[in-house]
């Protein structure tokens, strides 16, 4: 009986040291580990182009398998934004928020300093509430009065997420694209993966 009650705690103790320190460790997930995800921009996160539930927004949701809030208004311009900034952003109190502006600001002929002033309103703001800033930045060759070295500037002097070009790939490829502005259902697929790859290394 004693060599039996030996054999079987010899036994429990080889394999629980196998499990201690041979057994695979648990992987991190990859999935975005923020909360709640606010989308704040124009048409290009209304998703101006796509049928409903195609915006990149609704796109991003599937990938990630959490809720993401869509609070895109097209035409919006950066002042406009800055206006909603508490009703449709900061009282929702998000983890993390994902910016598309300054395309209406550049096609309208608004000064770049004003509009990445209100720019930088946005993002401290966000960031004072204690969420976490993904800019998704645009540059249009020939018509982009530096806008891109505006984005640039942002970042550097918030600390947001810069996704330089959200268009890189998808401006100019017709099978991406629903008008010469806005992109299609696939082009917001593009979108979502961007956004989806910055949400996962920050």
Do not use: W
């Not at 097209?74 to 300054?102: C, N, Q």
């Not at 249009?140 to 500037?153: M, T, V």
């Not at 942002?154 to 330089?164: K, Y």
């Amino acid at each position: 009986m004693k060599k039996f009650i030996y054999i079987f705690f010899t036994a429990a103790i080889v394999l629980l040291g196998y499990k201690l320190f041979f057994s695979p460790r648990q992987t991190e997930s990859n999935s975005p580990r923020y909360g709640t995800i606010i989308c704040f921009g124009d048409s290009l996160t209304y998703g101006t182009g796509a049928r409903k539930g195609m915006d990149y927004p609704a796109q991003l949701s599937k990938m990630i398998k959490k809720t993401v809030i869509n609070a895109g208004v097209p035409g919006d311009t950066t002042a406009s934004a800055l206006r909603r900034l508490e009703r449709d952003v900061l009282s929702k109190k998000p983890d993390v928020v994902l910016i598309t502006l300054g395309g209406n600001d550049l096609k309208n002929g608004v000064a770049r300093d004003q509009a990445f002033f209100n720019l930088k309103q946005i993002v401290v703001s966000i960031q004072k509430a204690g969420a976490g800033v993904i800019i998704g930045g645009i540059r249009i060759p020939l018509r982009d009065r530096g806008f891109a070295e505006g984005f640039r500037d942002l970042a550097d002097q918030t600390g947001a997420v810069l996704i330089p070009n959200i268009f890189e790939g998808i401006m100019g490829n017709r099978d991406l694209m629903s008008d010469p502005i806005h992109p299609n259902e696939a082009g917001y697929g593009v979108m979502a993966e961007k956004f989806y790859n910055a949400l996962k290394t920050n």
